[in-house]
């Protein structure tokens, strides 16, 4: 835990959308300062800088609703808190609402949740100065148009760019691909670039995706991608297999060139061209496939070397012939081809299709979601500390419930980290911005300059180091209200005193009602073992659209419990014995989904697989183990799945009745089905040892 207070995070906002940020917030203080309408200038700047966050990647038509609705929000609230100012107990009442209003769109995903934390804090510093009804409506009409302002430079780009989100999110997937290539991952560890996928199923699939004629080569593309992305990860898993050193090299190099193409078609999305670079690392590819081909064989007769070099060469032809697919089809104007075609209709079925927002959020209406919890106590805790800095009359007392309403997050590890990096970066900011205004820039134009470096560094920073994106807010904080004519100096020892408290209360307020994962890590478990299985039984059935779907769950309940996993180990004196377990059990079902989708890259071409109706029945029979292990996960089933139960006879015996063909097409074939087949089987009855041990532990105890 500790370490992840000083852990620095890969930077993930560019510099360009850090700069147009910027200028929505420093323009329009700028030019108030220039006419003389200062107090104007701070309302528009005030509602960019919270609309600020919810310029994220993703479709033009997306990001623009998602920054219409966070203006409104933050608007509707400066307005209500302004207008209730004078009125302590609607104020208290008004704090209640939209503290569990706002806690409650995390079940919404991150930025809901930050418009919701928006909505709050704008709520409470509102309420800071009483106004008249009509000045409360001027307050919440700048804050929204400061939104707005934000909103028309995020989207400003949309008539010249318009696909651009889409080229940079198969991008970023190509160069993780080409990343992944160079360093696989071992089979116990889950796929790569799961999230990135995820983000490009939406773009190209939600709702909100972009429309015209070039969407259908993006499709192209992003089948072509998740094709890619199968064959590297059984070329990985083969590589290790192998004992020749030869041919392990030469498979080796054939994964460095299949980089350089990759590296080659990022670049060319990135820049809208065609990925000409990509046809001399295309060569290399092919030369080294070849290499690997002749190295399988003996006098021009198939080789007696193991079967997993045969399989090597066959996967790694595939992977040539996806990458070539992909060099056609960059060039995205003039895309052709039979893919295209087959795959102009691409689109996601409705059951993939994202749940709407008030479903979602009637679904987490009860004490057994984390998000409702989450909500009444961010609700009750915002609520009572605006009662009580009004009763106490303590000076600057708002910054109290805003810093809870920011502190207080789902989980335990997520409150501590963000309650002392609060503090830490509150009263750094506090004390160097201050510094810095007092003594250093006494110049209104001058301050205006440190806005401009601070919120440039705030918005690229905050994501890699929540401190240091403190430590910049707070610089912000101090000189807006030094523009409205607060002296920073006379209220730093209020404004830290006050986060102390703030972030002290919400660390308490977890420890009298938390929400501990130790209950929840088995349900998400379970929910990821469903999903796999629900994955699997799309491979032997010719239904693309099913096994897309599926897939995308599967993802989603994977990334699920990682999630919760690495809540459980932020716990303060986590369970050892349920951690061990949990990483037990999400290890071996990361080893059954990467057999999974190396049967997929194995069928993908096939059609005439030998012994389909002895697959089946061994297909069902490992769906039945997985629900009975998803099932003791949730502790539906009284009684643990036995490891040595007899599926490793089953997967014999249809061994046996594959090897029997003297075709030697479907001799290969029926080699790949067998191991990916053997390597289910091992990490199934892995999976039932695991769960048995825990539930016989369990009942020894009991």
């Not at 500790?2 to 930077?11: N, V």
């Not at 259908?216 to 199968?230: G, H, I, N």
């Not at 007769?301 to 070539?324: D, E, K």
Request: glycine content about 8%; aromatic content about 6%.
């Amino acid at each position: 835990m500790l370490r992840s207070l000083i852990e620095l995070k890969p930077r993930d906002v560019p510099l360009r959308v850090a700069l147009r940020n910027t200028a929505a917030v420093v323009l329009p203080l700028a030019l108030g300062l220039a006419t003389g309408h200062v107090g104007a200038g701070l309302g528009i700047a005030a509602g960019a800088l919270n609309t600020m966050f919810t310029d994220q990647p993703g479709p033009y038509r997306l990001r623009m609703q998602r920054m219409l609705l966070t203006a409104l929000a933050a608007g509707l609230s400066a307005f209500v808190g302004s207008l209730l100012g004078g009125h302590a107990v609607l104020l208290v009442f008004a704090a209640l609402v939209w503290g569990v209003g706002g806690g409650l769109l995390v079940a919404l995903g991150p930025d809901a949740a930050r418009a919701g934390l928006t909505s709050v804090i704008l709520l409470v510093i509102a309420a800071s100065q009483s106004r008249t009804p009509g000045e409360s409506f001027a307050a919440g009409a700048l804050i929204f148009g400061g939104g707005m302002l934000q909103m028309l430079f995020a989207i400003a780009a949309w008539p010249l760019q318009r696909y651009r989100p889409e080229r940079h999110a198969l991008a970023q997937i190509c160069r993780q691909l080409g990343a992944s290539a160079r360093n696989l991952p071992d089979s116990s560890q889950a796929p790569p670039v799961t999230q990135a996928l995820l983000d490009v199923e939406g773009l190209l699939h939600g709702s909100h995706r972009a429309r015209g004629e070039i969407m259908q080569t993006f499709r192209v593309l992003a089948e072509l991608v998740e094709r890619v992305r199968r064959e590297l990860l059984v070329i990985g898993d083969l590589r290790a297999q192998l004992a020749d050193d030869e041919a392990k090299a030469t498979l080796g190099r054939t994964l460095e060139y299949a980089a350089r193409v990759l590296d080659a078609l990022a670049t060319a999305l990135e820049r809208g061209t065609a990925p000409l670079a990509g046809s001399a690392a295309m060569e290399g590819l092919d030369a080294t496939v070849e290499a690997l081909r002749l190295q399988a064989r003996v006098d021009g007769t198939p080789s007696t070397m193991p079967r997993t070099l045969a399989i090597a060469v066959a996967r790694a032809q595939g992977l040539a012939g996806q990458l070539r697919a992909m060099l056609r089809n960059a060039n995205f104007a003039g895309s052709r081809g039979e893919l295209r075609a087959q795959l102009a209709e691409a689109l996601l079925p409705r059951a993939l299709r994202p749940r709407s927002a008030l479903a979602t959020l009637r679904a987490n209406i009860g004490l057994s979601s984390v998000a409702f919890r989450h909500a009444l106590r961010c609700g009750v805790c915002v609520s009572l500390a605006v009662a009580v800095e009004r009763l106490s009359g303590i000076e600057h007392g708002y910054w109290i419930p805003m810093t809870i309403a920011i502190v207080l997050k789902p989980d335990f590890a997520g409150t501590f980290q963000f309650g002392l990096l609060r503090v830490a970066g509150t009263l750094l900011g506090l004390v160097l911005t201050t510094a810095l205004v007092h003594y250093a820039f006494g110049d209104a134009w001058e301050e205006l300059a440190l806005l401009a470096l601070l919120c440039i560094g705030f918005r690229m920073l905050v994501t890699m180091h929540y401190g240091l994106g403190v430590m910049m807010l707070t610089g912000i904080v101090v000189i807006l209200l030094a523009f409205d004519g607060i002296s920073p100096g006379e209220t730093m020892i209020a404004r830290g005193a006050a986060t102390a408290i703030g972030s002290a209360v919400a660390l308490l307020a977890y420890a009298l009602w938390p929400t501990w994962e130790h209950r929840r890590v088995r349900p998400a478990l379970a929910a990821m073992l469903d999903a796999y299985r629900s994955y699997f039984s799309t491979l032997l059935a010719d239904d693309l659209p099913a096994r897309i779907a599926a897939r995308s769950v599967a993802r989603s309940a994977r990334t699920n419990a990682q999630a919760s996993l690495d809540r459980l180990r932020g716990e303060p004196r986590p369970d050892r014995r349920l951690l061990t377990f949990a990483e037990g059990v999400f290890a071996n079902a990361n080893r059954f989904v990467r057999a999974s989708m190396s049967l997929e890259a194995a069928l993908q071409d096939a059609h005439d697989l030998p012994e389909r109706a002895a697959l089946a029945a061994f297909s069902a029979r490992i769906e039945t183990r997985l629900a009975a292990l998803a099932a003791t996960l949730r502790e539906e089933s009284p009684n643990a799945p036995e490891d040595n139960d007899d599926l490793r006879a089953d997967e014999r015996s249809v061994a046996e009745r594959l090897g029997a063909t003297a075709d030697e097409h479907r001799a290969r074939l029926a080699a790949e089905v067998i191991e990916t087949f053997d390597r289910m089987t091992d990490s199934i009855d892995t999976l039932a040892h695991v769960v048995a041990q825990a539930e016989r532990d369990l009942r020894r105890e009991t």
